[in-house]
């Protein structure tokens, strides 16, 4: 057995104690971002965190304190954007089918526009910026497959958003889906 053999069977009490830490920090991260005020930034969040936790945090240098307290409230508020977005969804399935495309999409005159309410000709002008990035992959496939829907559904309703297509989709759904 050579030395390093034996470096990696010793636990490091460093590494378990981070690692303790870090799941607790996630815990307590995402309380104080469910109790937030509105205009609540994160700084100020973790300065609070790091001043009520010093239990949690008082084997750790005040710099890894600052880091990790706010790299737990980022992953937390990243993670409640999501759950909170995937209720807000008409018809996760069909939706998830565009998951590629971004929220906001660019327009080529420097704007972007939500999503929801991209209609034909902005979804085809994305399409055609993607284009000439030479962008062929998923998000190309997804945008065409989206220009696609909405210029059936605009042939009847001209203005018609991505949003309104995605509701028409669901109805088409069988009840229970």
Do not use: C
């Not at 496939?141 to 605009?154: E, F, I, N, T």
């Amino acid at each position: 057995m050579t030395k390093k053999d034996d470096l990696q069977t010793v636990p490091n009490p460093l590494h378990q104690t981070e690692l303790m830490v870090s799941s607790s920090l996630e815990d307590v991260a995402l309380g104080a971002l469910l109790s937030a005020e509105p205009g609540d930034s994160l700084p100020r969040l973790a300065a609070r965190i790091i001043e009520s936790e010093t239990e949690l945090l008082e084997y750790l240098t005040p710099e890894w304190q600052r880091q990790n307290v706010l790299r737990a409230l980022r992953k937390q508020r990243a993670e409640l954007s999501k759950r909170e977005r995937e209720k807000q969804m008409v018809f996760p399935e069909f939706e998830q089918q565009f998951d590629r495309i971004p929220l906001h999409v660019p327009t080529g005159n420097g704007r972007r526009v939500a999503k929801g309410k991209l209609t034909y000709t902005v979804a085809r002008d994305y399409l055609a910026i993607l284009h000439k990035r030479q962008q062929n992959d998923a998000r190309y496939a997804q945008a065409k497959k989206m220009v696609g829907l909405l210029r059936k559904y605009s042939l009847k309703t001209k203005l018609i958003t991505w949003a309104e297509v995605v509701a028409r989709e669901a109805e088409k759904q069988p009840r229970g889906w």
